[in-house]
């Protein structure tokens, strides 16, 4: 028992850790506000891009997100990192997270968006079209403010999800949360930090996981 | 105002639609002179609502013309958006925004389309509601209101932009028996202001106080129209005939 305190729940190395983890915290929090909103904006242009009924547009959008869905997040932030390099482009670790989470997660949101918006029925854009409100003018003011909130859940559940990801950025130096636990670590010879890092995530992980059941519970209640 | 001849506001030719393989609208010619209104009656899938929906091109005719108001509605120069201005659409399904009150329902063009400020839109969408008789109901969201309540906002809606011409596509089908009369008497009253109105509805004892002019259509075609009366009591075509005998059982 004695030894597990000591090696998981170290209070001396908690506190000497304590600054290096912060670190970290205020990175991986940098990260989310950086890749959330790039996410939902790839997706937003992915989702609108659907509405677009030609082929032309149609064929290659659905192999875009078929593509970026079933590549492992992981295997398309190393490429990026370790590849890119050869094509002559050395972006930082903290680039190539951005734009793997564009070309991943964007592919997420872009069809929980478009379910939001194909959710809406054609008679209201209809209605709004025929007062002359143009298709975009219809779309934001109309379709996207009911969509988004017909897909909240999803949308919340998938941000959970992308703040987990973050996590992916320590394999490329980047200093969020778990790279920072990790440097610790090594410094220390003690796992404390790690399991530190992991109350951290769940501190700030869990008010996000009430809120999801509480919205899902009540689009539960609300279709029954 | 003796026998000043009333200008065409619409004017389709020749109006053809196809959906795939299904001619849907094979050579349609209809007329409104300003302050007319005219009812189209005729079996489900004869082609009235796709006709109404290419008078404001919300479906694209393959070929004729339209003119509307005289704007040419077909050509390529026509900036559509600014066009749909001028002519107000009312849809069987109400169609109204449910994230909005009655009042955000009305202002939503006014403010994005014709520019006003929030100030202006709020008056004009408040007389709006006044001339449906929802004053008092400007706040409340469509899943508060009733049918006919809703249908009336959405009569608001349109009307609040001015339009020249109003389309209304089975206006009441969607009522219970006692919200159409409330629905109707807005829309006489509309009438009775000038409006020009095309409506295409199986209410019978409306189109015999109201219309100027029925017009039946049958598979795509207008097979004939002329007063209610005549068409009502007297048809020229067999078609006719059995199309008003078979509502006239309802
Ligand atoms: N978007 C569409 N795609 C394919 N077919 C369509 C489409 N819209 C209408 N149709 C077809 O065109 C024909 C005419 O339809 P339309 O809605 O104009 O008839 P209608 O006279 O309004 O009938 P109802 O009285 O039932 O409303 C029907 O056979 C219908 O199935
Ligand atoms: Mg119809």
Known sequence: MEEIVQSFFNAEIA??????????????????????????????????????????????????????????????LILLFAGLPFAGLELGGFACVAIAFFLNTGAYYGEI??????????????????????GMQTMTWVVLPQAVRNVLPDLLSNTLEVVKLTSLGSVVAVPELLFQARQAQSVTYNPTPIVMAAVIYFLILWPVVRLLSRLENRALAGRG | MTSTVAEPIVVARGIHKHFGHLHVLKGVDLEVVERELVFVIGPSGSGKSTLLRCLNRLEEPNSGSITVAGIDMLSPRTDINHARQHIGMVFQSFNLYPHMTALGNVTLALRKVVGK????????????????????????????????????VAIARAIALEPRVMLFDEPTSALDPELVGSVLAVMRSLRE????????????????????????????????????????????HERTRAFIGQIRQH
Do not use: C, Y
Not at chain 2, 131 to 148: I, M, N, T, Y
């Open chain 1, 15 to 76: 506190r000497a850790a304590m600054p290096i983890v912060l670190a970290g915290l205020l990175n991986t929090v940098l990260l989310s506000l950086l890749v959330v909103p790039l996410g939902v904006i790839g997706g937003l242009i992915l989702a609108l891009l659907a509405q677009v009924k030609s082929p032309a547009v149609r064929w290659p959008l659905m192999g875009w997100v078929d593509f970026f869905r079933a590549f492992p997040p992981l295997v398309l």
């Open chain 2, 193 to 236: 202001s000038g409006m020009t109105m095309i409506v295409v509805s199986h209410e019978m004892g409306f189109a015999r106080a109201a219309a100027d002019r029925v017009v039946f259509m049958d598979n795509g075609l207008i097979v004939e129209q002329g007063p209610p009366a005549q068409i009502f009591e007297q048809p020229a």
């Open chain 2, 117 to 152: 400020s929030r100030a202006e839109a709020d008056k004009l969408a408040h007389a709006a509601l006044e001339r449906v008789g929802l004053a008092d109901r400007a706040g409340h969201r469509p899943a508060e209101l009733s049918g006919g309540q809703q249908q009336r």
């Open chain 1, 113 to 134: 968006l478009r379910a939001g918006i194909e959710s809406i029925p054609r008679g209201q854009v209809e209605a709004a079209r025929s007062t002359g409100l143009s």
